[in-house]
């Protein structure tokens, strides 16, 4: 006999899963779309000087609002707080398609941020609640493929809108798919809720946001200034950490901790939050820095440099794929190692080979680190889910996706500083040697590795030293990523501590607690 329930609840997950895919798809095509239509929105609407500020607001709110949102769902449940999040986000795209000013533009991003910044969070936490242990890679394996697709697509649509229709329509575009997903996931989950009404930690979220806020902003404005520790970062990063210090306090007296210290006691979700955090500073260095190689080094063009960028998406896509299947016979900690030891084996291709690697070798270095890190990323989020309370679901899978986001950040911003510093050491070089022809404004905006990309400013300089210059930009990205292959090290290191079970093992564990729940009720 065919159970119905059963079937009735596969086909409201399928539902809800719909939807999901659908926000997932919108949160990542939102983060690159806009970097195609900005030059045209800027020439619109005016304000260069605030040019970055459109995507600094974006990241911030989103970073901010991903563990709020994972700790108010283990306390209000996750179908209305995802429905919250849906309208946040559609709130902020229809005001930023309606923007008259750089400054609107801004603030309408921080609102899109934080509706982004929630439906992210949620989503993984909803695939946690709706799927048993050993199907959760499967449905993560997906969300990151679409997450890879909708990177690829993202820059693709932004310029096609952007010169055949109209800017605005990047972000109004979003209200009709957003509606479809809202009445997907409304009518596809029931909902979720916490086994009992807990309160919402006000004082260790006012200091987590405070505390984030500015790390966030000490990163952003340390990457703007080429890295350089002057007393306005240093005041930054010092306030940063009391806010956090300040966090760690009151988390460990609340009742009801935004971060739950019960979570950090836990071996494995401390391991998985490492990894998380080391893979993603080794894939956001790849995507930052890789382009910049081809483009720099290299002289290939824009066309060639965002090559970098899709092979890495679907080496992600591909390795999120792998993971899943990979988990369920081998366990956790050899799908980590093996996602960890390809990340460190791109890395090492990169930092053994020298600095004069051709195309085709960067672009099967970006390969293969996508490849790692969509094992990584997937391993680390569906272990740390699995070993958390129920009760704690939402707390321990945003938790790992904010050491994914800021690990990313502080990635960018290690392997920034060393490629800055090089650059800045050798160019040294050429005010006393054969650059001494070279203006000292000249060589102050060389020591920004982006600008040997502006043909002005390589029209400046004398033909025999471009070669020069060139070489110095190859050495000095060729230094990033012999940091980045020291990291990666250690994330492989760290693998090696992360436990050998296996989803199938957690919900045999986790179908013995219901069994003993059910006899303690009777």
Known sequence: MVDTSKQSSARGHG????????????????????????PTIVGKVGGLELYSWVFSAYMLTSALSTPLF????????????????????????ALCGAAQTIEELIVFRAIQGVGGGAIYALSFILIGFLYPPEERARMQALISGVWGIASILGPLAGGVITQYWNWRWIFFINLPICLAAALLIGFGVSEI?????????????????????????????????????????????????????????????????????????LRLFRICAGLAWLSSMGMFGVITYLPLYVQGALDGGASQASLTLVL?????????????????????????????????????AFAGVGYQLGLFAVLAVGAVIGVGMGIVSVTSMVAAQNGAPLNQLGAATST???????????????????????????????????????????????????????????????????????????????SAFLTGFFVMLLGVALSFFLSAGSPVEARELSDEEEIRRNRRAQ
């Open 15 to 38: 539902v809800a899963v719909s939807g999901v895919m659908l926000v997932i798809f919108l949160f990542a095509v939102d983060g690159t779309v806009v970097s195609a239509a900005m």
């Open 70 to 93: 994972g700790n108010l769902s283990d306390l209000y449940g996750c179908r209305r707080l995802m429905l919250v999040g849906i309208a946040l986000f559609t709130l902020g795209s």
């Open 193 to 265: 809720q916490a086994e009992s009404r807990r309160r919402l930690d006000l004082k260790g979220a006012t200091a987590l946001l405070i505390g984030l806020s500015l790390l966030f902003y000490a990163l952003e404005e340390g990457r703007r200034n080429s890295f350089a520790l002057d007393w306005p970062l240093a005041v930054l990063l010092v306030s940063a950490a009391g806010a956090l210090a300040l966090l760690y306090r009151i988390e460990r007296r609340a009742e009801e901790p935004i971060l739950p210290p019960a979570l950090f006691r």
């Open 312 to 348: 890495a998406s679907l080496g992600w896509t591909a390795g999120s794929f792998v993971a899943g299947p990979g988990m369920n016979r081998f366990g956790y900690r050899a799908v980590a190692v093996a996602g960890m030891l390809l990340m460190a084996l791109g890395y090492g």
């Open 400 to 478: 790992v996706m904010l050491s994914r986001m800021f690990g990313g950040a502080f990635g960018i911003t290690l392997m920034g500083s060393v490629l800055v510093g090089q650059m800045q050491r050798r160019l040294t070089t050429l005010s006393t040697g054969p650059g001494a022809g070279l203006s000292s404004s000249l060589i102050q905006k060389l020591a920004n590795p982006e600008s040997l990309l502006e043909p002005s400013i390589r029209a400046s300089i004398p033909e025999p030293l471009v070669a020069a210059l060139v070489e110095i930009l190859a050495r000095s990205v060729w």
